[in-house]
């Protein structure tokens, strides 16, 4: 299972001596979370992070990038964003909510980096 190695994975990283350790998701849900962190044995705060982009946005994106291939056509972009916005709301007040619509990486990052640091924020675990 895919969780359970980011888990493994993670729990190497530290071992080694890293501070934080960033694993992409997707997280959405209490189930998905629980699959990664029931496997991670290092005890550390965990801040889950999603990233926001408008539907518009997510497509300019798709369109640019020649390696993607279905993703960039519209209706099926459509469709997973629109099952991404049914599972927002319960994150809305657990995770650090970012939007990226016309943000470079240093600015999202700059958003992140006080909260991720601070040991507070939300869903710290």
């Known amino acids: 299972e895919a969780r359970r190695a980011a888990a493994i994975l993670t729990d ?6 890293r501070n934080a350790v960033i694993v992409n998701g997707p997280f959405f849900t209490e189930a998905e979370r629980r699959g990664y962190l029931h496997h991670l044995e290092t005890p550390v705060d965990s801040l889950f992070v999603t990233l926001r982009v408008t539907f518009e ?5 798709a369109q640019a990038d020649p390696r993607r291939v279905i993703s960039r056509r519209r209706d099926w972009l459509a469709e997973r964003f629109s099952v991404n916005q049914q599972l927002m ?3 809305l007040s657990t995770d650090l909510i970012v939007d990226t619509d016309g943000r470079s990486p240093e600015e999202i ?3 992140i980096l006080p ?3 601070s040991g507070r924020g939300p869903d710290r675990c």
């Open 12 to 17: 190497e990283f530290y071992r080694s001596g």
């Open 57 to 61: 946005e997510s497509l300019r994106r």
């Open 89 to 91: 709301p319960p994150l």
């Open 109 to 111: 990052a700059a958003e």
């Open 115 to 117: 909260v991720a640091t």
